[in-house]
């Protein structure tokens, strides 16, 4: 069964930092890109990030780029978000997700609040 | 950045009803479209990728089809599990891009 748990949300103020996790297993990790996806509250679905298998190509949401890093270890099945400078439009709630063409598998998601 | 427009944002309807919820493409992104269900307080699940084909486990009263720029989502016959948010998403070009939801619930 295929299992994505992310973890590392949490309250933190503006401008601080948080890292993301997310913990693959059931599939063959390394194999797929993975992407990060965040939902603000009461919202809809916004893309924030991909990254390769390799992790040789990663793509990022403009209002991230600069603040986040995506990041992956193929021999811990894990990925990773390393998010910096957070505004609080940055408040939602976090999911990891794998590629395969669009977004098949989705973990349960991980809420980051960013306020003072 | 191609925007993907969703409509209707919202729409009501009763069980055994047949609905129909469209996206339309700022530009041509040929099958690279997929379409969710979320339900409140969990992650969206795929119901269809590359335009029309249905997610392994998905029931066959949802359907999808088109190309290029517009895309539709069918429920032939609305079950009470069925209400919920759907929404498309774009992979053709980054930023991958969703439409803004389509609420459907009880009539």
């Known amino acids: 069964e295929v299992q994505l748990v992310e973890s590392g949300g949490g309250l933190v103020q503006p401008g601080g930092s948080l890292r993301l996790s997310c913990a693959a297993s059931g599939f063959t990790f390394s194999s797929y890109w993975m992407s990060w996806v965040r939902q603000a509250p009461g919202k809809g679905l916004e893309w924030v990030a991909n990254i390769k298998q390799d992790g040789s190509e990663k793509y990022y949401l403009d209002s991230v780029k600069g603040r986040f890093t995506i990041s992956r270890d193929n021999a811990k099945n894990s990925l990773y978000l390393q998010m910096n400078g957070l505004r609080a439009e940055d408040t939602a709630v976090y999911y990891c997700a794998s590629r395969d063409g669009s977004y098949g598998y989705w973990g349960q998601g991980t809420l980051v609040i960013v306020s003072s | 950045d191609i925007q993907m427009t969703q409509s209707p944002s919202s729409l009501s309807a009763s069980v055994g009803d047949r609905v129909t919820i469209t996206c339309r493409a700022s530009q041509g992104i040929r099958n690279d479209l997929g379409w969710y269900q979320q339900k409140p307080g969990k992650a969206p699940k795929r119901l269809i990728y590359?335009?029309?084909n249905l997610q392994s486990g998905v029931p066959s009263r949802f359907s999808g089809s088109g190309s290029g720029t517009e895309f539709t989502l069918t429920i032939s016959s609305l079950q009470p599990e069925d209400f919920a948010t759907y929404y498309c998403l774009q992979h053709n070009g980054y930023p991958h891009t969703f439409g803004q939801g389509t609420k459907l619930d009880i009539k």
């Open positions: 590359a335009a029309s």
